[in-house]
């Protein structure tokens, strides 16, 4: 309603932001109360202060208007490329991609291997499954500031040294 109050309607109605049914006789009946109740404000304040310094504090109006909605898109992006860029909060459209992919890779890759064990299983051979190893192995590095090598399982090497994974720079703190 505001929207339609604020611009103009016709343009609106043309761009495909606001959808109406109806009677078009009613629409325009309807637009025009919506522009009687729409009171010209820099017009009463033309009676009471005069029509230039009425025009002068509109136009002051209207370009605040106008700084504080440029002011807060610009924060929109300042924040958005904080959140991408410097504090990796949230993932890029690329990342977010390659994602998804490595993880339709993975589905793809399981849905194979299981349909593989089916058929050894079938054909009666013993089947062995080997322990996972560390990371997500579809070529996913992980979420963003993941240490590599935290939680992953000691190996062979690690119980030589005594049965611990070496340290991680996480850990080390």
Same mark, same amino acid.
């Given at each position: 309603m505001m929207?339609?109050?604020s611009g103009d309607p016709q343009t609106l109605i043309r761009a495909g932001e606001i959808q109406m049914t109806g009677s078009p006789d009613a629409a325009d009946q309807f637009r025009e109360l919506?522009?009687?109740a729409k009171p010209d404000i820099e017009t009463e304040l033309g009676r009471i202060l005069g029509q230039s310094a009425a025009h002068q504090l509109g136009s002051f109006a209207r370009g605040l208007g106008?700084?504080?909605?440029r002011t807060g898109e610009r924060l929109a992006q300042r924040m958005s490329e904080y959140l991408t860029v410097e504090k990796r909060s949230? &993932?890029?459209?690329?990342? &977010?991609k390659h994602?998804?992919?490595?993880?339709d890779t993975l589905a793809n890759d399981v849905e194979?291997?299981?349909?593989? &064990?089916k058929i050894l299983r079938a054909s009666g051979a013993r089947v062995a499954l080997a322990r996972p190893r560390a990371g997500l192995g579809c070529g996913w590095p992980g979420p963003p500031g993941a240490a590599a090598g935290v939680g992953r399982p000691?190996?062979?090497?690690?119980?030589r040294r005594g049965g611990r994974a070496p340290r991680t720079p996480a850990a080390a703190r």
């Open positions: 929207r339609l109050m919506l522009h009687l106008d700084f504080g909605t949230v &993932l890029t459209h690329a990342e &977010l994602f998804l992919q490595a993880v194979r291997a299981d349909r593989n &064990l000691a190996s062979r090497r690690d119980r």
